[in-house]
C-alpha cells in the first residue's frame, strides 16, 4: 500500500508541473499555479489526498477479496399474514381513477411573467377490493416475503365499490386467497412439524483470499474430469423461496431423488442451527471414477475450492462433503472433506468409515431429521442414519462437527483461526489500476482548485502578483 501511495503521490506532483507548465506557456489567462501553491497543493495531496484516498480504495478492495457466500439453515417458525385495509389513495397496490376533480395551475405565460389559469382534470386512486393481504414465513434465519397484496378469495364479493367490477387480469396478475406455498407452511406449523429453510450469508475467508497456497487444495485432473461432465454443479441458488438441494448423483438416476433432497434439508436444518454446518452429498457410480475414486475425490475438492471457477460461491469453511461411489445396491467406497483445511478429522474418518456397506437409502444414509414444536417449545428428533449420527455425535460426541473459526477472536471459537493471513491479502492487478484512477481524481481536484482561485482568490491569498 505504501508503494501504492508514493506512486500516486510522483504522478500527482508530475500532472501538476505538466498542468504548470502547460498554463504558463501556452494558455493566455490569468489563472495559473504558481510554485507556493503547487507547494501547498502538493502537501495536501502527499498527507492527506493520497493516503486517504489509496487507504480507503485498498481496504474496500481487501474486503471484496475476503467475501464469500455460506449456506444457513435452519426452521420455520410462523406463517404470518397480514392484512391491508384499502381505501381511497390508500396502501393497497390493485386500483383504479375515479373521482375526478380539477387542478388550477399557470399557463400561457407570456415575457412579462404575466400567465393565465388554466385547469386540468386528475383522478384519485380507488381500490378494486376492501383488502389485499400479504402472506411471510418466519424462520429461525429471518422473514421470507412469500406474496404480497394478493385478493381475497372470491374477490367480487369483497369489491370496495359494489358497482365497479374487478377485471379478470387484476385477478389473474393479483392472485387470490391464501398463496399455495404459505398454506402448506401455515400447515406444517399447525402440526408442529416446521420445514427446512437455508439462505445464504457473506462471511470472510482469509484461506481462499492470501497467496498462500499451501493451505488450499490442488489437483492436476480437474480439466480432465470437467471436460468428461464428471463433476457435479456445485449448488450456488436458492429456489422456492429458501430451498437448495445439496445431493448430488454422477452416472446414476435414482426414481426417489425427492426422498433424498427431503431427506438432506431436514437434516441440514438441524445441522445449520444447532452447529452452523452445511452438508453435501456426492453419489457416484462411474466405471473410470471407480478406477480411482481417491483422485477424483481430491479434484472435486479442489474444483468446488477454486474461486476462479466457483467466484465467491466456491466451497464455505462450515461445508462437510461425503463423496461416495455405488454399485446401485449400496456404498462400496466413501471419501469426506471440509471447507477448511484442517478440524474435525475424527468426523472425516467416522463419515468415511460408516458410509461404507450402506445400503443405498436416503433414511439409512442421511437419517430422518424431524423438529417438533409444541408449547412454544422445539425439538429436533433424530433417526438412525449415518450422517445425522456422525455429524451429530450421536453415537460418539468425538465425531461432533465443530465449525473452525476463521478469526478466533472469540474465547469459544474452535480452532487457532487465519486471521494471520489477512497481511497477505493484496488487491489484484485490476484493482491497484482503479485504485490509481480514483486517486488520480482526487489528487487532480487540488490542481483544478488551484487553477480556479487563481483568478479570484488569489490575491486575497496573496498567491499571485497582480499583473
Same mark, same amino acid.
Given at each position: 500500500m505504501h508503494f501504492t501511495i508514493l506512486i500516486s503521490v510522483l504522478i500527482a506532483a508530475i500532472t501538476g508541473l505538466a498542468v504548470k507548465f502547460i498554463f504558463d506557456r501556452f494558455i493566455k489567462t490569468q489563472k495559473e499555479i504558481t510554485w507556493k501553491e503547487y507547494g501547498l497543493v502538493m502537501a495536501v495531496i502527499a498527507s492527506l489526498a493520497a493516503p486517504g484516498s489509496v487507504y480507503v480504495g485498498w481496504?474496500?478492495?481487501?474486503?471484496?477479496?475476503?467475501?464469500?457466500?455460506?449456506?444457513w439453515s435452519g426452521w420455520e417458525t410462523e406463517a404470518h399474514k397480514e392484512d391491508v385495509k384499502c381505501y381511497r389513495d390508500g396502501p393497497c397496490r390493485w386500483e383504479y381513477d375515479c373521482d375526478p376533480y380539477t387542478v388550477s395551475y399557470e399557463c400561457n405565460c407570456n415575457d412579462k411573467g404575466e400567465c393565465e389559469t388554466c385547469e386540468r382534470t386528475e383522478y384519485h386512486d380507488c381500490p378494486y377490493v376492501t383488502k389485499e393481504m400479504n402472506y411471510y414465513a418466519r424462520t429461525t434465519i429471518g422473514t421470507y416475503e412469500i406474496d404480497r397484496?394478493?385478493?381475497?378469495?372470491?374477490?367480487?364479493?369483497?369489491?370496495?365499490?359494489?358497482?365497479?367490477?374487478?377485471?379478470?387480469?387484476?385477478?389473474?396478475?393479483?392472485?387470490?386467497?391464501?398463496h399455495p406455498f404459505w398454506t402448506k407452511v401455515k400447515e406444517r406449523i399447525a402440526a408442529g412439524e416446521p420445514g427446512p429453510v437455508t439462505k445464504k450469508l457473506e462471511y470472510n475467508n482469509y484461506i481462499y483470499a492470501s497467496e498462500q497456497k499451501i493451505l488450499q487444495s490442488f489437483s492436476a485432473d480437474i480439466e480432465v474430469y %470437467? =471436460?468428461?461432465g464428471l463433476f457435479p454443479v456445485f449448488?450456488?441458488?436458492?429456489y422456492d423461496f429458501y430451498y437448495a438441494n445439496k445431493v448430488y448423483f454422477i452416472g446414476l438416476n435414482p426414481p426417489n431423488r425427492k426422498d433424498w433432497f427431503d431427506a438432506m434439508s431436514y437434516l441440514n436444518a438441524s445441522f445449520g442451527k444447532e452447529l452452523q454446518g452445511d452438508m453435501h452429498l456426492v453419489i457416484v457410480r462411474n466405471d473410470s471414477i471407480a478406477s480411482d475414486p481417491e483422485k477424483y475425490a481430491l479434484a472435486l475438492k479442489a474444483y468446488w475450492q477454486d474461486t476462479k471457477r466457483q467466484g465467491i460461491n466456491a466451497l464455505s469453511k462450515n461445508s462437510v462433503v461425503a463423496v461416495s461411489l455405488t454399485d446401485g %445396491? =449400496?456404498?462400496?467406497?466413501?471419501?469426506?472433506?471440509?471447507?477448511?483445511?484442517?478440524?474435525?478429522?475424527?468426523?472425516?474418518?467416522?463419515?468415511?468409515?460408516?458410509?461404507?456397506?450402506?445400503?443405498?437409502?436416503?433414511e439409512k444414509i442421511i437419517g430422518k431429521v424431524k423438529r417438533k414444536m409444541k408449547g412454544g417449545k422445539a425439538?429436533?428428533?433424530y433417526g438412525n442414519g449415518v450422517l445425522e449420527n456422525i455429524i451429530f455425535g450421536l453415537k460418539d460426541p468425538e465425531t461432533r462437527f465443530k465449525r473452525i473459526s476463521m478469526s478466533a477472536k472469540d474465547p469459544d471459537d474452535n480452532g487457532r483461526g487465519f486471521l494471520y493471513l489477512v497481511d497477505q491479502v493484496q488487491p489484484t492487478k485490476k484493482q491497484r489500476i482503479i485504485i490509481h484512477v480514483v486517486t488520480f481524481f482526487f489528487c487532480g481536484l487540488g490542481w483544478v482548485i488551484a487553477i480556479v482561485i487563481g483568478d479570484n482568490g488569489g490575491a486575497g491569498l496573496h498567491f499571485r502578483k497582480k499583473r
Open positions: 481496504e474496500m478492495a481487501k474486503k471484496n477479496l475476503v467475501t464469500f457466500n455460506e449456506f397484496h394478493r385478493l381475497p378469495e372470491n374477490p367480487q364479493a369483497h369489491r370496495w365499490r359494489r358497482f365497479e367490477r374487478i377485471p379478470d387480469r387484476v385477478i389473474t396478475n393479483a392472485g387470490t386467497g391464501e %470437467e =471436460k468428461s449448488q450456488r441458488h436458492i %445396491e =449400496k456404498i462400496i467406497w466413501a471419501r469426506s472433506f471440509t471447507g477448511m483445511p484442517v478440524g474435525n478429522e475424527m468426523m472425516l474418518v467416522a463419515l468415511n468409515n460408516g458410509l461404507r456397506g450402506t445400503e443405498l437409502d436416503p425439538e429436533d428428533l
